[in-house]
């Protein structure tokens, strides 16, 4: 059953009929999408050095989250996707093109390699939604504290620390707690998710349920979030001049609607493969073509992320958004 179930395991090509074409269309969108992100993060803070009247607003932690988002789907694209492509153009496997020194049975270098990158760059945008959910979340409810304490310096501190927190974590599968494995075509590498013995589907299950938790927390950040916005707008007058503060509640219902926006694409992409860790781990099934789909899911949000923001940047999505949080 094993054997039926990861075919691909110790293949040396690529399945026929399989075609480079669409992971070149995706590779080049989430190139092109992350990279005109950062663009209008870069002029954002052009803008912000350069405002008249007095001493320029700094940018917020927000937007610097935000840039370290798309740094980070970016390099997922730069490693993941050449590794595939690669694939492709030599008609070999990850675990051929970067043999294993353990025997042939073993997944590859490469293809551990890929496990790895998958794994991280699945988690570490998680952890980044989640700071920016606390970030949008301290800003309205605790503005004092997040004025005192949640500075730029802060906020570009929180990247790096996501990411050494999840190469830890994520590295577990290449030091035994969990076994990297090769999928079909042979162009993708990642943890086995059905079969095995504790050692194996443990690292699965806590990469899944680690995930859903931080799906969790972000989604009770933004409902809390949500709640401060709408009491806000109740006790702000109806009719006159409205007060001074009314203007960075505007910014911060935008960080709070593309936050909303990014947390519903990331739980959409992400629970296909918590419920197939899941499902392999509590059934032993060894359904490879839906474990393939999930992980396609789960490398797609990489690629939509940048376009949800830069689609929000324009100002008619703006101010539709706008006119509608205000009725």
């Known amino acids: 059953m094993e054997a039926e179930g990861y075919r691909c395991r110790s293949s040396r090509h690529i399945e026929s009929g ?29 803008r912000s050095r350069s405002s008249p009247g007095g001493r320029p607003p700094r940018v917020s932690a927000f937007y610097v989250l935000v840039t370290a988002l798309a740094v980070t789907d970016l390099l997922g694209k730069c490693l993941i996707s050449p590794m595939v492509l690669a694939a492709y153009a030599y008609n070999r496997s990850l675990s051929q093109l970067g043999p294993s020194v353990r025997g042939e049975e073993q997944p590859g270098v490469l293809c551990r390699l890929f496990a790895f990158l998958m794994a991280f760059f699945g988690l570490a945008p998680t952890l980044l939604l ?34 050494g927190l999840c190469a830890l974590f994520c590295a577990l599968p290449l030091l035994g707690f969990g076994e990297p494995m090769q999928y079909c075509p042979g162009t993708w590498c990642f943890i086995r998710m059905a079969g095995g013995g504790a050692g194996q589907l443990g690292f699965p299950v806590l990469y899944a349920s680690l995930m859903g938790l931080l799906v969790l927390a972000i989604v009770a950040c933004n409902v809390s979030s949500m709640r401060q916005l709408y009491g806000m707008a109740r006790r ?29 694409l990331f739980t959409v992409c992400s629970l296909p493969l918590i419920i197939r860790a899941y499902m392999g781990a509590f059934a032993a099934d060894f359904n490879e073509n839906a474990d393939l789909s999930a992980l396609r899911f789960l490398s797609v949000n990489s690629i939509v992320d940048p376009w949800v923001f830069i689609i929000f940047r324009t100002s008619v999505f703006r101010s539709f958004v706008r006119r509608v949080c205000r009725r």
């Open 236 to 264: 702000q007058p109806r009719r006159g001049t409205p007060p001074a503060p009314a203007a960075p509640r505007m910014e911060e219902l935008d960080h709070l609607v593309l936050l909303a926006l990014m947390t519903v």
């Open 130 to 163: 989640l700071a920016m959910a606390l970030e949008c979340w301290l800003s309205l409810g605790h503005p004092y504290f997040y004025r005192r304490h949640l500075t730029r310096r802060l906020g570009a501190a929180l990247g790096p620390a996501a990411a």
């Open 18 to 46: 399989q075609s480079a074409v669409p992971s070149s269309v995706l590779f080049s969108a989430g190139l092109l999408g992350n990279v005109l992100a950062l663009l209008l993060l870069g002029q954002h803070r052009r």
